[in-house]
């Protein structure tokens, strides 16, 4: 039982200490080789998501 119990708190832990939130980095949008526009056309990467969210929601709607 001690067993058990050691190797639960200690499964606990390690879950614990390896939680958090992942993050990556932006991947980047090369015109050139050499020549990242990442910076430049990130902003617009999101657009054709969000017009389309409207569109998406009332597909999920009439699908049930």
Same mark, same amino acid.
């Given at each position: 039982?001690k067993?058990v119990?050691?190797? &639960?708190?200690?499964?606990a832990? !390690?879950?614990?200490a390896g939680?958090?939130?992942?993050?990556a980095d932006p991947?980047p949008?090369w015109?050139?080789?050499g020549?990242d526009? &990442?910076?430049?056309?990130?902003?617009?990467? /999101?657009?054709?998501?969000?017009? !389309?969210? /409207?569109?998406? &929601?009332l597909?999920? !709607?009439?699908? &049930?």
């Open positions: 039982m067993k119990l050691t190797v &639960g708190l200690l499964s832990a !390690l879950l614990a939680a958090g939130v992942a993050a991947l949008i015109a050139l080789p020549l526009v &990442g910076s430049l056309l990130g902003p617009t990467v /999101p657009v054709p998501t969000q017009v !389309l969210a /409207p569109i998406d &929601g597909l999920k !709607l009439i699908s &049930g």
